[in-house]
């Protein structure tokens, strides 16, 4: 058996590196955020190929050629982010979380229905930002 | 970068591999579910496009790899119940805060004192535990780290038994001219399975998602003021302990205390009382 005094120290030191390992984990929340919105520049692609090559007649809202600029753009950023987020996780989170709201919120400006087509997909991106912000937060205070 | 040696812990596991080599999980009823899709359509389409040898060859190509698949998951199937039972030692045992495995294979890592004086002794501890019915290598890789000593990464390859539960134990000391504060120790751990994935193990009621690579930061504090007078213990070398073997009805746990209660105790902050 190990003494209670040896098994509260291990305890102790393991809590605060799996704390720090949190903290890791929330910078890799920006990353996937980005690959996901990479990915869900698909579907504007599709239909950009369908109109460009195929000859299918244009549909109203917004251009699936913007939409695509703007998925790949944001997912560009969030690369960028998560690479500053190595120093400044907190702030690199926020500013995710802002381009994040801002993309999409002029887009549902234009057209609506941009915020309910992957309306799941956007959700679980900002959970995971939120996610990301809430553990570069815990930086902040001592562990 | 040094090379590589295998490490086996002492004393050594004789935990013998057991369960099928491939684990045909959901994910390989899926891929299995969308080749037979793939299979009958594609080959009726080239089919009846009078393409008839494109759509033999892609149904010969496409049903081969899907029952393939079928035939490792009937296999699956009829070797489902798993003889034995982890102890579930970094979980359970100990009471970790782990959250989610590599390739099955728990771990964790952290600094025991993590609170340290310019020039005092400390460890790196590594748990792991395999909770699968095959064994694993665990690479870890940590470093460099200039208060450390560590000019380049080291590496550190474990072998895991069947369900051990182990402990690498290396000891380092802080040079004397580090910087106070707080600093992290960067540590990649990579699992191999080299004699295929098996089955996972059950471990109580706990829910660990498995990844592919786990990054860990251990973390110490450099204390200017905690300074100790006490020299860093550089005649202590790496050690790796089994602590656990299914083989065995109980965790060793005697063979953990007697590799940390011993060791120096240089630079140690004490910790405020808290109830475990």
């Known amino acids: 058996m190990i003494s209670p005094q040896l098994?509260?120290?291990?305890?102790?030191?393991?809590?605060?590196?799996a704390e720090e390992q949190q903290l890791l984990s929330g910078r890799d929340w920006i990353?996937?955020?980005?690959?996901?919105?990479?990915?869900?520049?698909?579907?504007p692609l599709f239909v950009l190929i369908n109109q460009r090559v195929l000859g299918a007649p244009l549909r109203p809202g917004v251009a699936p050629g913007i939409q695509l600029a703007a998925e790949v753009v944001l997912a560009a950023v969030f690369v960028v982010l998560w690479l500053w987020a190595r120093f400044a996780p907190f702030r690199a989170a926020g500013t995710a979380i802002v381009a994040f709201l801002l993309v999409h919120g002029a887009l549902g400006l234009f057209e609506p229905r941009t915020l309910l087509a992957g309306a799941i997909v956007k959700s679980l991106i900002l959970v995971g930002l939120v996610h990301a912000a809430r553990t570069g937060y815990l930086r902040h205070r001592p562990l | 970068m040094k090379p590589p040696t295998l490490l086996t812990a002492e004393p050594a596991d004789p935990t013998p591999d057991f369960g099928p080599r491939h684990r045909s999980g959901p994910?390989?009823?899926?891929?299995?579910?969308?080749?037979?899709?793939?299979?009958?359509?594609?080959?009726?389409?080239?089919?009846?496009?009078?393409?008839?040898?494109?759509?033999?060859?892609?149904?010969?190509l496409f049903g081969a790899a899907a029952a393939w698949i079928f035939r490792s998951l009937v296999g699956r199937f009829r070797r489902h119940?798993?003889?034995?039972?982890?102890?579930?030692?970094?979980?359970?045992?100990?009471?970790?805060?782990?959250?989610?495995?590599?390739?099955?294979?728990?771990?964790?890592?952290?600094?025991?004192?993590?609170?340290?004086?310019?020039?005092?002794?400390?460890?790196?501890?590594?748990?792991?535990?395999?909770?699968?019915?095959?064994?694993?290598?665990?690479?870890?890789?940590?470093?460099?780290?200039?208060?450390?000593?560590?000019?380049?990464?080291?590496?550190?390859?474990l072998n895991l038994a069947a369900g051990q539960a182990a402990l690498y134990v290396?000891?380092?000391?802080?040079?004397?001219?580090?910087?106070?504060?707080?600093?992290?120790?960067?540590?990649t751990l990579r699992v191999e399975c080299p004699t295929g994935a098996g089955l996972r193990l059950p471990v109580g009621r706990h829910h660990l998602h498995d990844l592919r690579t786990v990054h860990f930061a251990a973390p110490f504090t450099l204390d200017i003021?905690?300074?100790?007078?006490?020299?860093?213990?550089?005649?202590?070398?790496?050690?790796?302990?089994?602590?656990a073997s299914i083989s065995e009805p109980a965790p060793r746990l005697e063979l953990l205390a007697g590799a940390l209660g011993t060791a120096s105790t240089a630079g140690i902050t004490p910790l405020p009382a808290e109830p475990l």
């Open chain 2, 81 to 157: 119940a798993t003889p034995h039972r982890s102890h579930a030692v970094l979980t359970d045992v100990l009471g970790f805060d782990i959250t989610g495995t590599c390739h099955d294979v728990a771990a964790t890592v952290f600094f025991e004192p993590d609170s340290l004086a310019p020039g005092a002794a400390t460890r790196v501890l590594i748990f792991v535990e395999n909770y699968a019915s095959r064994q694993r290598i665990a690479r870890f890789r940590f470093g460099p780290h200039a208060a450390l000593g560590l000019s380049e990464a080291r590496t550190a390859d």
């Open chain 2, 27 to 60: 994910l390989a009823l899926f891929v299995a579910f969308f080749i037979s899709f793939s299979a009958a359509g594609g080959g009726l389409v080239l089919w009846r496009e009078g393409l008839r040898l494109w759509a033999c060859l892609a149904a010969l």
């Open chain 2, 225 to 243: 003021a905690s300074a100790s007078s006490a020299p860093a213990a550089a005649s202590e070398k790496p050690r790796y302990l089994s602590l």
């Open chain 1, 31 to 43: 990353l996937v955020a980005g690959l996901v919105q990479l990915l869900s520049g698909l579907h």
């Open chain 2, 170 to 187: 290396f000891p380092l000391a802080v040079v004397a001219d580090a910087a106070a504060g707080e600093h992290d120790l960067p540590v």
């Open chain 1, 7 to 17: 098994l509260h120290r291990l305890r102790t030191a393991q809590r605060r590196s």
